[in-house]
């Protein structure tokens, strides 16, 4: 079975930082594309930043220059590192992998982030 781990969520006030992981079975994120999801209260599902097999990264635009994704394959672990957090990026964040071959989507159990002064 696939599982998906995150962790690094907090409390933090307005300009600060923190960095998200998400540790994985095996050796998924070699194989994969892997995505950054957040949902705050009341909203839909977002899609916050991606990274594909190779490396390349996409982000949403309220997020573009603030926030990073990347991935360590050797330890199989996914960050989202995360800097000039705002109040609005508070939500809940999921970690979340397609495998396409399997036609099988994997979730992460996701980390509270809360921007607060």
């Known amino acids: 079975q696939v599982q998906l781990v995150e962790s690094g969520g907090g409390l933090v006030q307005p300009g600060g930082s923190l960095r998200l992981s998400c540790v994985g079975t095996?050796?998924?994120?070699?194989?994969?594309?892997v995505d950054w999801f957040r949902q705050a209260p009341g909203k839909q599902r977002e899609l916050v930043a991606v990274?594909?097999?190779?490396?390349?990264?996409n982000y949403a635009d309220s997020v573009k220059g603030r926030f990073a994704i990347s991935k360590d394959n050797a330890r199989n672990t996914v960050y989202l590192q995360m800097n000039s957090l705002k109040p609005e990026d508070t939500a809940v964040y999921y970690c979340?992998?397609?495998?396409?071959?399997?036609?099988?989507?994997?979730w992460g159990q996701g980390t509270q982030v809360t921007v607060s002064s």
């Open positions: 979340h992998l397609r495998d396409g071959y399997w036609d099988k989507d994997y």
């Open positions: 095996g050796s998924i994120f070699r194989f994969n594309p």
């Open positions: 990274i594909q097999v190779g490396g390349s990264t």
